[in-house]
């Protein structure tokens, strides 16, 4: 994959490159497989920097025997999967301390929170930059700009008379393939699933045991697709606890390991003091749409169909998709300050809040359908409302052919205006 995933020209490029100009060490961290090491290459080749590959087994050793040693290379240095090799990131921190803190002097990638690491935590507090990794967006893959920034500066006048000539079978088989670079190259529905289940044993078997060493390691498959059975739901670990006949604690130690090692994501409640009657729980995604169909078992024949039960699930897919790209755009973007979802106990809810730092928000609702009905502005003419002229657009993605405006910062977008203009 390596090859084509070269020819892809990723948005995060740029930014790693203007925050290397300011920043002395940078982390990109993100799920294993994502093109981290990919993308570190092309900055090791255009700024002519040293990479120390720590999947290789004597590289590691040596890194293990003398780190110090092995980051005394010429700059910048870039180090693959720093986690194998804690230690660098005392001899690190000791060579900034030593020559100061000029920029970009490091680059690292992991594939587990940087948090999660009780051993490096704290060794770069102050000095570290941490950028997420996330599979490649639709947009990337088409040479395209992302949607939420069009919003935050054209607002509802995105709106335009061009017609989406994405079918349904089309958007069934983008979400069930997601956006891991070794999936988009299987040809075969049967290759990609074979990949994924690759994907997600090799996951659970090498990151989250380099975590921590489970109690009932042979729980963690059964907990991580029951979990994936909440995707764009809240987050209920009680259901998942009872389900399975484990302790909640349990599930929820879990849930906090699979989260660090990029499987799922919370989503956290937007807005909980707009009104006393927003709720507070977060909503749950998978990070990949295509490994939560697999996990689901959720086929594109099962999901074209018209039985009941795979519309639904074809819908909470449709919104992790959707949660996907938007938090894939928001990672290269400046000024975002928080994105999350809201809901209310009134049965108000809006997919996704995105927050920038002057207070303006865009809001998206998502819909497996092939227009966007009134009641499919309910909650976002009620979010409108109650946040005033900090709201700049709320938008219904649909999965019909036509643009149109609803009412007041109201519109309906066919779902594929996320990376076509």
Known sequence: MDSQNDLITR??????????????????EGPRAVGKSTLMRQIAHLTGGTIIDLDDLPTRAAALMD??????????VLIDEYK????????????LNQVGSRPGQFVLTGSSR???LPKTAEALTGRLHRMEILPLA???LSHHGGLVER???QGAEVVNSTESATTRQAYVDLIVTGGF???????TTVGRARWFDDYVRATLAKDVADLKKLRQAQALPAVLKALAGQTARILNMNNVAQTLQLNKDLVASYTYLLEAVFLLRTLPAWGKTLTTRSAGNPKLHVVDSGVAARLLHLSPDKLAGTDPTYLTEFGYLAETFVVGEVLKEVSWMDGITSVGHWRTYDDDEVDLIVERDDGMIVAIEVKASTHASKASFRSLAKLRDKVGPAFGVGVCLHMGTRAHHYDDRLIALPLDRLWAH
């Open 67 to 76: 780190p110090t040693l092995m980051i005394s290379v010429p700059g910048p």
């Open 138 to 140: 639709q947009s990337e």
């Open 114 to 116: 940087h948090d999660t």
């Open 151 to 153: 919003l935050f500066e």
């Open 84 to 95: 194998h090799a804690p230690d660098l990131l005392s001899a690190i921190k000791a060579r």
């Open 11 to 28: 948005h995060t490029f740029k930014v790693v490159l203007k925050r290397l100009s300011e920043e002395p060490v940078i982390l990109l």
């Open 181 to 187: 670079p070794d999936a988009l190259v299987r040809s």
